[in-house]
């Protein structure tokens, strides 16, 4: 299924301020309730709940380059991970990265995010990973 992003700046500024908050070595995930998620699940031809997904990486990280790989391992990671648990759906999902997420292995991430998720309360039932 496709991943829906989070656009608007005013929804990062919300889940900053008012949503619930995990740190690790490499990433700290914020989440707040959806509020146009019922509108997103009429949409969605699948109808059903979605998380909608937003990732900050700073310039401090690197350039372009670097930038974009630590993007694409944290969506890869969060991949991995919503298919390995049974992830809440129906939140805003901002993830930022931190210095060592551009030295970190995919597999450090993806643990990382699992304790955050996990912490959080938006993870169901294992299959057995991680």
Do not use: W
């Not at 997904?53 to 991970?81: D, F, H």
């Not at 919503?82 to 992830?87: F, G, S």
């Not at 993806?110 to 039932?125: I, P, Q, S």
Request: aromatic fraction near 8%.
């Amino acid at each position: 299924m496709k991943e829906y992003a989070v656009s608007e700046d005013h929804l990062y500024r919300k889940a900053y301020a008012k949503g619930k908050k995990a740190s690790s070595a490499t990433v700290s995930v914020y989440i707040l309730k959806d509020y146009a998620a019922g509108r997103l699940k009429k949409e969605n031809p699948q109808k059903e709940f979605i998380n909608r997904i937003g990732l900050t990486v700073t310039r401090k990280l690197g350039g372009a380059v670097v930038r974009n790989r630590i993007k694409r391992r944290i969506r890869e990671a969060y991949r991995n991970v919503k298919k390995a648990y049974k992830l809440k759906t129906g939140f805003l999902v901002i993830i930022v990265a931190h210095q060592t997420c551009a030295d970190a292995k995919p597999a450090e991430i993806e643990a990382d995010l699992v304790r955050a998720f996990t912490k959080l309360g938006l993870t169901g039932n294992p299959s057995g990973r991680v």
